[in-house]
Every structure is written in structure tokens, then in C-alpha cells.
């Protein structure tokens, strides 16, 4: 008995190719349009998909709505990052941060506005860059990822202001905590930092590898996601995803996940967490105990 | 009384009228001498209209005396008598005139009669003459109106016109004085004319037709000639057929065969014909030859009335066996397939010869009633090969050319319509017969001119040359490259199953130089097999794994990690690169979805295989393949993090240079290798 095989077109040479880049994709960036209708999307071959929010979720979305309304190759590596502003997206992957304006691209007119380099010490290998942070208040955009320091660039004159140093191994995320001006960095070195803005320098460090009741050894001491709500944050990696209190520096919950986690935000009172590589979102309350999930 | 009287006196009256008559006839003879009494003249001199008058007093009269004497009568008495005698003899009077009146008006009357007799009789005779004269004028007009319409027969003939006859006649004939003037000689001068030209003319057709006589001689004697001239070119052909050897140019061995093709059928005709008109023009590698026994061939035409004796004798051979054995269903089915299963005794040999000087063998068919091609292939090598247990399927007839286009697998008939014939014969598909038959593969079709749309059953579909010419050069070099792929993949899976991964020297670049891992082991798999194993979902629900393809199953091993590498091998290769799954044995088991360094191992191998293809025709792709997969492993185990909690030494020590360790949200192993500094980095 043979089996229905799902594709009834014959592959040749550019189909089979094709189909194996969709199999060893991976999306490492998403950002929402400023109009809220629109989705980019960043993956590791540099290139950025922009898919139609509306038409995909609305009652009569076909196979169509759910493709790429525009794909342009972006970078020459993968796109790791991506912000948007009210009328730009910015896209960040191996070593330079690119601008684009949503109009143009909507209008599949893909050409960048601008690019910027931070200035890099070491020239043998261009260092990535993991995460991009937006500052409101000073219109400004800090940069983190492969050379272990933090960058910040003015959006108005794309000069580069602050580097902030400090970590020893690659930093893969970046937080902002609102009431005092203050960036959260965690790394590769396991270590959370807490960067004031106006003196660019250091002012708390966490290594939450080192706290029993969240390493997991096994896992590594790397720090994959963070989130803060000013007076708490969420980090999670190699080590158990944790809340902590920042004024006191103490860990006061521990989530009970086994994966290691790679994004998690907060929403109102919930805690959001997903893991790279399981398909659940999940949902914990404050308090610690898992709410629900959402599953793919 | 009176009246009996009267009635005896008449007849009385009437014999002595006619005594008196005579009487007077012989006094008028006498009276002839002299004078005679004429009543007739008397008739003329008397008027009429007073006899009538004196006939009506007499009558009077004699009524009054009738009367009278009736009253005497009546009365009686002596003198009565006398009276009465007196009147008789008044009355008998009376009679006499009576009579005579009666008498001319007899005669009046007979004059009459006679003189209108004459008259009519006059009158006829003008009448008559009257009649003839006209019936004569009647005549003369008829005669003249034909004489006027005769139409002399010299007026049919079409006569030279009056100035060409003029120009044309000599004098003598045209006599131009007279007949200028004078219509009826000029006529006559001008028929004349006529005749001599005529008289002219037949001679010269007389002539003409004696010429022709001698020509047509002429011709018949140099046919003959040339007709002898035949059997002497025949044996001049046959002599120089060695020295045709000696110089390597077999036209006679080319004319046979052309002899031979004319009793192909159209599609192998046209394949014959574009492959020989390819090999000479553009390959010389490709020889072409027909096989097959053209008796067999001739004999398909056969007129029907031969069929149909064979028929009516096999049926009453077939009906004296009725009785004892009866061919059961399935056999007549099974007949009834075979029919329609038929090939044309003629197939069609194509030799491909290889730079490596093995040679690949095409048989073309055709089969008759299905209106398809199908083709039967063999690779012949220089030298004996020596077949790996892996390499089984490889060259094999029945796979080596399968997919040579994409999706062109040959196990289902291409033309839409034999989906009907086969519905009456009870076949399902043609995959059961393709290992009899040679495989229906669409560029045999294309070669052989036959198009046929998709799904759309055509009622002829006829062998098209442009067809067969567009395609000729692409198929003859994918089939040299296939043959020739495979012989490498042949070689190279010799070595493979050692356990040695054969690099060549110009391949050597793209890999360190220490490669620790190593293959143990190198076997093929079945397609179901495959598909059951765990981490190869992704790929099958991909649909790059067809029953069409091949697979292998490879394993890595360095000390205690054991890497099993499914292979799934399209028969396009190398165009269309084999495709890795990967699962890693070593603290654990790790696939593509749980690890994503070994989704980044994958997408290594196949989708950066572009630089793995060494220099073309790139048949070090799968080894290059596999040798990267080792020295994937060599990194991926080398460059694990260090676990604090567990004690003791990493099992492998780091020897690979590398600048980073890890890189990007996903923290990447760096798995590049760069040559020929020889660090790895990431991509």
C-alpha cells in the first residue's frame, strides 16, 4: 500500500533545495508594525519575511494570507534582533544594525535607510548582535551581543554614545527598567547586570548561577531571557527560570521548568515564557505555580 | 257520296292528268315541227300571286257548287238532276283548273329547286377552286420558308477571318477581284482555302506521329540498357565492401540499416533517425543499431484477408478441441494481455560510450497497442566491477535510470489513454510488467516524438521529429552523467563499506587535516525502513523521501559517541544532493529536535552542500559529505561545555581551534571551517 506522499509536484534540483532551507530555518526575530497590522519576521539566513497580520487572522484567511507579503534579504548572516520604532524597523544580526522604514517596505521597496557599526575592538571575527533595546526617552538604541559590551546609539544622529563594559562573555539580552533609567543585561558568563544610563556604569551585578535553588549545572550558567517590571525581574537559561527582587538582589520564585527557557515578558500580572525548543508558551502567576498553557 | 266521287275522281283526275299530259307532251312533239305547248314557259309568263288568287276563287267556287248540289240533294226532285250535272260538269271544271294549277305550281316549284341546284352547284365549284388554290399558295410558302432556312453545311466550318484568308491564300485560290466583289464566290474561294490548309495540316500530323514512333523506340532501347547496367553496379558495391572495412566507412552497413528503419515503426523511426543525425553531429560516443527480424515486421502488414483465413482456420481448429479442453477465463485474459501487451519485433540499440570507456546499453521498444516507448537499460564496464553489498541497487537495470528527469519514475504508462485498454484486459498498472517490458519512461516518449498531454486522452498521438531533436541533447548528456555518477557512487561505496571515507586530493581543502571520528559502518536501508525511523519525520513529511529514491544508514563513531546519519539518496544525484538526518548517541539521544547544534550539523551538510561538490562533475559530494560529518563530530564532541558538577577530565579534549565557543540566542557550536588558516568558526 503506498502512502499519499504530500507533494504531488516532482522536486527538481531548486525544489529540493528549497524545501531544505525551510526544514533547517529558524526564526530568531520578530517585531509588530507600529500600525499593529503587520509581522517581521528574521531568520538565519538573513533574510526578513513580513506576513500580513490581519488578512492571516481574520475569518477568511486562505493559505495565501498566511505567506509572506514581502521577503528581502536583509543581512548577510542571520537577523538575531528586531525593533520597531513608530515609523522604522531595525534589524540587527551579524555585526551592523540596519534601518528600514515600514512604509517602503510595505510597498516592497526594500532598500535600507541606514546601516551603523558600533566600533568593534577586534577585527578578526565581526562579533553578532543578540539583542536591541529601545530608550524612549532619549530616542536612543542600545546594542548587545558578541564583543560582550553594551552600545548605545542616538537614533537621531546614529552616533554611538556609551560603551558599556563589563561582561565577560556575550551578552544575549537586554532589558529596560522604566522609573529609573536603567538597563538589565544577561550573558553568556551567567551574570545579570544593571547599567545606569546617565553614569554608563555598572550599579548591580547577579550571578544566578551561583544560587543553588535556581542552577542547573547541567544546563550551563548562561542567561537566555530577562524581563523586569522595575521592582522585579524574570531570568531564565541554563538556570531555572526565577523571579527575582531586584532591590534586595534575592530570588524569591522559581518556576518549574525543565527546558531551558529563551524569551519571557511580562503581562500585567503573568509571567509569559516560552522555550526554544518545546512548543508551549506557558503562563505562570506571580505566585509560581503554572496557570496554563498555550500550545502551538 | 260526293266525296267517295271526289276520291274516284281524283284518281281519275290524276290518270287522265296523265293521259292529258302526254297528250299535250305528244302535242307539244308535234307542236316541235311547229309550235309546242311549253307549261314551263307558261310558268314564266303567269304571275303568281294571280294563280293564287284564281286557285282560291276556284276553290270557292267549287264549295259553292258542292253545296249547291247538296241543297239539290237535299231537296230532291226531277230537274235536280240536270242542275246537278250542271254543276258537276262546272265543278269538274273547277277540278281541271284545280289540277293545272296544282300543276304549275309544281313546276314553279321545280324551277325553283333546278335553278338554286345550279346556282349551289356554281358555288361549290369556286369553293373548291378556291381551296386548292389556297392549299397551293399554302404549299409554296412552306417550301419557301425552307429554302430560306437551309443552312449549307459549309457554313458550320470556322472559317479564317476575311482579312487573314486575304493575307494568308495564295492568289490563285483567293482570286481577289473576283471574289471581292461577288459573296458567293468569295465564299467558295475562302472554302477552298480551307481545304488546302487542312490538306497541309494532315500531312504534318502524319509526320509528327512517325517521329514520335521512332523516339519512343529509341527510349525503350536505353531502359533496357540501363536496366542491365543494375546488377553490374550490385556486384561493384559487394566488391568494395572490404575496402569499406579498411577505411572505416560503412556505407553499406549504413544503407542496410536504413533498408531496415523503413520498417520501423513511426516512433522508433524517429528516434532512429535523430539519434543517428545526433551521433554524427555532435557525439561520436553514441553508436546506433535496429535489432530485431524485419520479417516479422513485414509481416504485421499483411493484407486482412489473410488474417481473416488464419482466423476462420484457427477458429475451426480451435472448434474441433472445444470438446476437450476448454481455455478458461484466465487464460483468455491472460491471452487477451499479451495482445495488447505486444512489441513491434524491431527495437532500436542505442550505445552510450563513457570517458571511462564503460558503455551504456539502451533497448528502445515499442509497443504497439498502448502506442508507448519503453526502454531497457545495461551498463557494461571496462574492467569486471566487483558490486558492494550496498551498491546492490546502483546500476541495476531495472533503477539505474530511474528519475533521470524529476518525477520521471517509468512505472506508470505516460499516455492517458491506455488507462482504458487496460480496463478491459484487467491490468492494474504497468508497474508489474516493467521488468519484461523496460520502463515507459516520459524522455523515452520525448525521443521518440510522441507528446502526450496530461490527462487528456488524445485519439492519435503521432511521432513528432521536433520533438525528438529538442530533447535528444539534454537526454543523451543526463544519461552519461548518470551512468558516470553512479559508477563513482559504484567506487566510492567499495570504500565506504571499509570504512574509509574516500577523499579525493583536490577535496582535501575543505577539511582539517586530523579527522578523528570515523565511519564504522555503511549500509542501505529500505524505504520503509526509513520512514519508521524517529528522527526522520521532518524530512518524509517534507516529501523528499519517494520510494523513488534510495537510503543508507551511516555511522560515526569516536570513543563512546555514536552518530547514525540516515541517507536518502535521489536518484538525481548529483544535481539534487543526498539529504542527512542525524541522530547523536552520547550522554543521551539527541536529534534535530532536541539539540539544536544538531540541526545546525544537518543544515551543514545539506543545505551548504554547494561547497561540498568539489570540481565537477562533482561525484565527490556524498564522501565530502560524510567526511564533514566527521569533522562535525570531531567539534560538536570537543567543544561541549563543561559540566562543573560532574567530576573528571572532558572526555574529548579540545583540539580544534576555534574563536568562540558559542554565538547568537541559540548559542551555536561554531561549525565552519575555514581553510587555510584551519580555525572554525561560526557561519
Known sequence: MERAVPHAVPLGQMEVFQALQRLHMTIFSQSVSPCGKFLAAGNNYGQIAIFSLSAALSSEAKEESKKPVVTFQAHDGPVYSMVSTDRHLLSAGDGEVKSWLWAEILKKGCKELWRRQPPYRTSLEVPEINALLLVPKENSLILAGGDCQLHTMDLETGAFTRALRGHTDYIHCLALRERSPEVLSGGEDGAVRLWDLRTAKEVQTIEVYKHEECSRPHNGRWIGCLATDSDWMVCGGGPALTLWHLRSSTPTTIFPMRAPQKHVTFYQDLVLTAAGNSCRVDVFTNLGYRAFSLSF | ?683
Open chain 2, 1 to 683: 257520296m260526293s266525296s267517295e266521287s271526289s276520291k274516284k275522281r281524283k284518281p281519275k283526275v290524276i290518270r287522265s292528268d296523265g293521259a292529258p299530259a302526254e297528250g299535250k307532251r305528244n302535242r307539244s312533239d308535234t307542236e316541235q315541227e311547229g309550235k309546242y305547248y311549253s307549261e314551263e314557259a307558261e310558268v314564266d309568263l303567269r304571275d303568281p300571286g294571280r294563280d293564287y288568287e284564281l286557285y282560291k276563287y276556284t276553290c270557292q267556287e267549287l264549295q259553292r257548287l258542292m253545296a249547291e248540289i247538296q241543297d239539290l240533294k237535299s231537296r230532291g226532285g226531277k230537274d235536280v238532276a240536270v242542275e246537278i250535272e250542271d254543276r258537276r260538269i262546272q265543278s269538274c271544271v273547277h277540278f281541271m283548273t284545280l289540277k293545272k294549277l296544282n300543276r304549275l305550281a309544281h313546276i314553279r316549284l321545280k324551277k325553283g329547286r333546278d335553278q338554286t341546284h345550279e346556282a349551289k352547284q356554281k358555288v361549290d365549284a369556286y369553293h373548291l377552286q378556291l381551296q386548292n388554290l389556297l392549299y397551293e399558295v399554302m404549299h409554296l410558302q412552306k417550301e419557301i420558308t425552307k429554302c430560306l432556312e437551309f443552312k449549307s453545311k459549309h457554313e458550320e466550318i470556322d472559317l479564317v477571318s476575311l482579312e487573314e484568308f486575304y493575307k494568308e491564300a495564295p492568289p490563285d485560290i483567293s482570286k481577289a477581284e473576283v471574289t471581292m466583289g461577288d459573296p458567293h464566290q468569295q465564299t467558295l474561294a475562302r472554302l477552298d482555302w480551307e481545304l488546302e490548309q487542312r490538306k497541309r495540316l494532315a500531312e504534318k500530323y502524319r509526320e509528327c506521329l512517325s517521329n514520335k514512333e521512332k523516339i519512343l523506340k529509341e527510349i525503350e532501347v536505353k531502359k533496357e540498357y540501363l536496366s542491365s547496367l543494375q546488377p553490374r553496379l550490385n556486384s561493384i558495391m559487394q566488391a568494395s565492401l572490404p575496402v569499406q572495412e579498411y577505411l572505416f566507412m560503412p556505407f553499406d552497413q549504413a544503407h542496410k540499416q536504413y533498408e531496415t528503419a523503413r520498417h520501423l515503426p513511426p516512433p522508433l523511426y524517429v528516434l532512429f533517425v535523430q539519434a543517428t543525425a545526433y551521433g554524427q553531429a555532435c557525439d561520436k560516443t553514441l553508436s546506433v543499431a535496429i535489432e530485431g527480424s524485419v520479417d516479422e515486421a513485414k509481416a504485421l502488414f499483411k493484407p486482412p484477408e489473410d488474417s481473416q483465413d488464419d482466423e476462420s482456420d484457427s477458429d475451426a481448429e480451435e472448434e474441433q478441441t472445444t470438446k476437450r479442453r476448454r481455455p478458461t477465463l484466465g487464460v483468455q485474459l491472460d491471452d487477451k494481455r499479451k495482445e495488447m501487451l505486444k512489441r513491434h519485433p524491431l527495437s532500436v540499440m542505442l550505445d552510450l560510450k563513457c570517458k571511462d570507456d564503460s558503455v551504456l546499453h539502451l533497448t528502445f521498444y515499442y509497443l504497439m497497442n498502448l502506442n508507448i516507448m519503453t526502454v531497457k537499460a545495461k551498463v557494461m564496464t571496462a574492467t569486471e566491477l566487483i558490486t558492494p553489498i550496498s551498491a546492490g541497487d546502483l546500476l541495476s537495470p531495472d533503477s539505474v535510470l530511474s528519475c533521470l528527469y524529476p518525477g520521471d519514475h517509468g512505472k506508470k504508462t505516460p499516455n492517458p489513454a491506455n488507462q482504458y485498454q487496460f480496463d478491459k484486459v484487467g491490468i492494474l498498472t504497468l508497474r508489474d510488467y516493467v521488468l519484461d517490458l523496460g520502463h515507459p519512461y516520459l524522455w523515452v516518449q520525448k525521443l521518440g516524438g510522441l507528446h502526450f498531454p496530461k490527462e487528456q486522452p488524445q485519439h492519435t498521438v503521432i511521432a513528432d521529429h521536433s520533438l525528438s531533436a529538442s530533447h535528444m541533447e539534454t537526454t543523451m548528456k543526463l544519461l552519461k552523467t548518470r551512468v558516470q555518477s553512479r559508477l563513482a557512487l559504484h567506487k566510492q561505496f567499495a570504500s565506504l563499506e571499509h570504512g574509509i571515507v574516500p577523499v579525493t586530493s583536490d577535496c582535501q581543502y575543505l577539511f582539517p587535516a586530523k579527522v578523528v571520528s570515523r565511519l564504522v559502518k555503511w549500509v542501505m536501508i529500505a524505504h520503509e525502513d526509513y520512514m519508521e525511523l524517529h528522527f526522520t519525520k521532518d524530512i518524509v513529511e517534507a516529501g523528499l523521501a519517494e520510494d523513488t529514491n534510495l537510503y543508507y544508514m551511516a555511522l560515526v563513531e569516536r570513543g563512546t559517541a555514536k552518530l547514525q546519519a540516515a541517507v536518502v539518496l535521489n536518484p538525481g544525484y548529483s544535481s539534487i544532493p543526498p539529504v542527512f538526518q542525524l541522530c547523536l548517541n552520547w550522554k543521551g539521544e539527541k536529534t534535530n529536535s532536541n539539540d539544536d547544534n544538531i540541526r545546525a550539523m544537518e543544515s551543514e551538510v545539506n543545505v551548504c552542500y554547494k561547497e561540498l561538490c568539489g570540481p565537477r562533475p562533482s561525484h565527490q559530494l556524498l564522501t565530502n559529505q560524510l567526511q564533514r560529518l566527521c569533522v562535525l563530530l570531531d567539534v560538536y564532541l570537543e567543544t561541549d561545555s563543561h559540566d562543573d558538577s560532574v567530576e573528571g577530565p572532558k572526555e574529548f579534549p579540545q583540539e580544534k581551534m576555534c574563536l568562540r565557543l558559542f554565538r547568537g540566542p541559540s548559542r551555536m557550536k561554531p561549525f565552519k571551517y575555514n581553510h587555510p588558516q584551519g580555525f572554525f568558526s561560526h557561519r
